[in-house]
């Protein structure tokens, strides 16, 4: 079965700095994808980025880029000039691309907090 | 687009009454899924269902947990006899097509916060 870990269970950034976030996996398929996911306060969970395990090419959206490594099964989502808006739980996901899967796999999260 | 919504957003219950949470997924979303996240843990799948068809309830305990998805109307997840170990935030995501490839997006509601007294 697959698992999802990430080690941090809080991180603090300075605003305008940046933070990397861990998440490692355990999976014996090739095909797959990873989601990092943010949840704020409002418990409303929005997708940050994701990421196809046959692209090489690390996936990037405006200030969030990911550091993805399939050999290692690491999947870490770096976060530049943070802002205090950024301060959340952030949950790394894993979904097979096997047709019957629907099962999405989180992580157990890592609360970020941002200081002005 | 109202995006996802979860109604109640809290429900508190005594031990043996029962739950219904409800969720209406996005405007043309034919696609629900059911989440559970306890505190500090990670969503971890419950149910798929699509109008009026369980498609995956893989995550969801044999006993006591039910869900439906009518042609008209809400998502329905329900709990009977609740217990105290039932306290939790249930989410809902709703997508617009079959996930193949997984790569469709999931949108999430709010979740409703159960508390089981």
């Known amino acids: 079965a697959q698992t999802v870990t990430q080690s941090q269970p809080e991180m603090s950034v300075q605003e305008a700095e940046t933070v990397t976030l861990s998440c490692t996996y355990d999976t014996s398929e090739s095909d797959y994808y990873l989601f990092w996911y943010k949840q704020p306060p409002s418990r409303q969970m929005i997708l940050v980025i994701r990421q196809e395990a046959y692209k090489q090419q690390n996936a990037t959206e405006n200030r969030f880029s990911v550091n993805f490594q399939k050999a290692a099964k690491s999947f870490s989502l770096k976060i530049s000039d943070s802002q205090l808006g950024d301060a959340a739980m952030y949950f790394c996901a894993y979904r097979s691309r096997t047709h019957n899967n629907n099962d999405m796999r989180f992580g157990a999260g890592t609360r970020l907090t941002v200081k002005p | 687009n109202a995006g996802v919504m979860q109604n109640p957003r809290h429900l508190v219950r005594r031990r043996g009454q029962e739950a219904r949470l409800r969720c209406s997924p996005m405007?043309?979303?034919?696609?629900v899924y059911w989440y559970r996240q306890l505190p500090e843990e990670g969503l971890k799948f419950m149910v798929y269902l699509q109008k009026e068809n369980i498609i995956d309830e893989s995550g969801m305990p044999k006993e006591r947990f039910s869900a439906e998805f009518p042609k008209e109307g809400p998502s329905i997840l329900r709990i009977q006899q609740v217990v105290r170990g039932d306290s939790a935030a249930y989410f809902c995501a709703s997508s617009l097509l079959y996930q193949q490839g997984a790569n469709e997006k999931l949108f999430f509601g709010s979740g409703t916060q159960l508390s089981v007294l």
């Open positions: 405007k043309g979303h034919s696609h």
